[in-house]
C-alpha cells in the first residue's frame, strides 16, 4: 500500500489516511471540488459522496459557524467519470461548485 496524503477532517482532530493498493490494476483519479452554503453542514454527504476535506483549513470550515462559507472537498476514485450528487448537495441547501 502506497499512502497518498494525510488529511485532518479538523484542528487538532484525527486524520483521514488515503491509501491505495500499488498491486492493483487500474488507476486513481483525484477530484476536488468544493460547496457553498450556510447552517449546519451536511456530514452525511462526506460518506455519501465518498469525500474529505482537502485542507486542514477546509476541515475547519466544515465545524464553524461563519455564513455563508465554502468547503474544499477531495475524492479520489477509480471511476473518471464520477461526479458530487449536486442535486443532494443542493436538498441540504448546499451548492456544488466543481470550478475549484
Do not use: H
Amino acid at each position: 500500500m502506497e499512502r497518498m496524503r494525510n488529511l485532518p477532517c479538523r484542528p487538532g482532530g484525527p486524520e483521514y489516511v488515503v491509501e491505495r493498493d500499488t498491486a492493483a490494476k487500474g488507476q486513481l483519479y483525484a477530484f476536488k471540488y468544493s460547496v457553498v452554503g450556510r447552517g449546519s453542514f451536511p456530514t452525511d454527504m462526506l460518506r455519501y459522496d465518498a469525500s474529505f476535506p482537502a485542507d486542514s483549513e477546509s476541515a475547519g470550515l466544515i465545524v464553524d459557524t461563519r455564513e455563508p462559507r465554502t468547503v474544499v472537498l477531495r475524492r479520489l476514485s477509480a471511476n473518471q467519470n464520477w461526479r458530487p450528487e449536486f442535486e443532494r448537495w443542493r436538498s441540504f441547501n448546499w451548492m456544488v461548485k466543481t470550478d475549484v
